[in-house]
């Protein structure tokens, strides 16, 4: 991961990384990042299917697992 100090920044968003950040990510190994990386998924996962069941309560688990299925090989969010 080639990260330049000063001018890295986070995936989608304008703000520079601190620097602190930087180093970090550049300490892991490459199994760290993956770890770090698959959380992430994970947790957006848990907040798409959250947000799924508030704006559809009528939907059923099924529902949900198949919008989800959809999105997720659609590329959207």
């Known amino acids: 991961m080639n990260l330049p100090t000063n001018h890295a920044t ?5 703000e520079p990384m601190p620097a602190v950040q930087v180093c970090a990510i ?9 770890a770090v ?6 947790s957006g996962r848990r907040l798409k299917r959250a ?4 704006q ?3 939907w059923t688990d099924e529902e949900i ?5 959809h999105l997720t090989t659609n590329g959207r969010t």
Do not use: V, W
């Open 56 to 58: 559809h309560p009528d």
């Open 65 to 69: 697992a198949n919008e989800m299925r």
């Open 10 to 14: 986070a995936y989608g968003l304008n």
């Open 51 to 54: 947000a799924l069941r508030q």
């Open 37 to 42: 990386g698959m959380g992430f998924i994970r």
């Open 26 to 34: 550049r300490a892991m190994s490459f199994a760290q990042r993956l």
